[in-house]
């Protein structure tokens, strides 16, 4: 018995061999507002508790599943890959931090392959982000109105009201169920590089060349896109260096995206998603490794993603209606029988 439960220990703890993944979360999840806030991770891989320096490592955030009752601000994101990179570990540890877009379950992905004879090492992270009160509030006082309208439809169609009347309270209320009210959002104009070619900023400060790619040229909700970035010296060699990448949604001017990047091959490569259909700025910062950054003053390289935003998936508007109807319908049945009550005790007074 005591042998099973070591091998237990070994399969679901992954450290038979003092390899260790952990986890930090800068914050608590409790208070994490969906699309809002910037939630930081760290990552760390040790050995009888010391860091291991030198591993390969793969992070992949996955958002929650799609919901068979409700939806969420951005359907397309449902169910789907939000940030996915394989780099190198140097010191034992990864920080990044991300803007988490929808409530619901998140399953957070690590795999290490140390260096030497050490297997590689797995961990799963499972948390619960909670809808934010704001939007809680607005939907309760927007059901509210639902529930409202339906009632006093009800009561004046139970009431016995004159027919013309009638069909003009049906009708209103049928109407305002069958307004359109979705889109496609457009894109803003093309500052950097043509629509649907790759796009490139090159910068060059001192001794060295940064480059920032985004080889999806136009990014979609819903799907990953791919940015590459190195760094070179006058002699076009890649250097070890420190990448700083960020996305900033442009609209509101918030940092959705941000990490550092330590790589010795001096060029790294990182897929992440724009949850928001509209304007990113990528942005890239690199210097060498173990030079003074305040010294050398290193440039910023920048690209636009031009995010094709999406109109609702039909599932996710057929859900909303059908709720909305729902509570429509009910309280409008409540409503008839109300006003049908009131008309009869008019009648035998």
């Known amino acids: 018995m005591m042998f099973l439960k070591i091998v237990l220990t070994c399969l679901f703890a992954n450290i038979c061999l003092g390899a260790e993944i952990l986890v930090d979360i800068d914050r608590s999840l409790e208070s994490v507002r969906p699309d809002q806030d910037l939630v930081g991770f760290e990552i760390s891989l040790t050995e009888e508790g010391q860091p291991i320096e030198h591993a390969a490592l793969n992070v992949k955030l996955e958002t929650p599943n799609t919901s068979l009752l409700t939806s969420t601000d951005f359907p397309h994101v449902e169910g789907t890959t939000l940030i996915n990179g394989t780099i190198s570990l ?74 013309k009347l009638r069909y003009n309270v049906a009708t209103l209320t049928l109407l305002f169920f069958l307004l359109p009210g979705s889109g496609v959002a457009h894109p803003l104009d093309d500052k950097l590089g043509v629509s649907g070619v790759p796009k490139e900023d090159i910068e060059v400060w001192g001794d060295y060349k940064v480059t920032l790619n985004l080889d999806t040229p136009n990014p979609q909700v819903g799907s990953l896109s791919t940015i590459r970035g190195s760094l070179v010296n006058q002699n076009l060699e890649h250097v070890p260096a420190i990448f700083h990448l960020r996305f900033v949604q442009l609209e509101h001017g918030q940092v959705v995206f941000e990490t550092k990047i330590t790589e010795p091959s001096g060029q790294f490569r990182w897929e992440g998603q724009f949850f928001d259909g509209s304007a990113h700025r990528v942005e890239l910062v690199a210097f060498p490794l173990g030079k003074d950054q305040a010294v050398l003053k290193p440039k910023l390289a920048s690209v636009i993603a031009e995010v094709e935003g999406l109109a609702p998936p039909w599932h996710a508007t057929l859900k909303a209606m059908v ?27």
């Open 323 to 349: 709720l909305f109807l729902l509570i429509v319908a009910i309280t409008l049945m409540i409503g008839v029988y109300i006003g049908k009550r009131a008309a009869l005790e008019a009648r035998t007074i």
């Open 90 to 163: 140097t010191d034992g540890k990864f920080k990044f931090s991300t803007v988490l877009p929808i409530r619901g379950d998140y399953r957070l992905l690590i795999s290490a392959k140390p260096a030497g004879d050490i297997n590689e090492v797995t961990k799963e992270l499972r948390f619960r982000i909670h809808e934010s009160p704001d939007k809680v509030t607005n939907l309760a006082i927007f059901l509210s109105f639902l529930g409202t309208l339906g009632l006093v439809s009800g009561f004046i169609i139970g009431k016995g009201a004159k027919p």
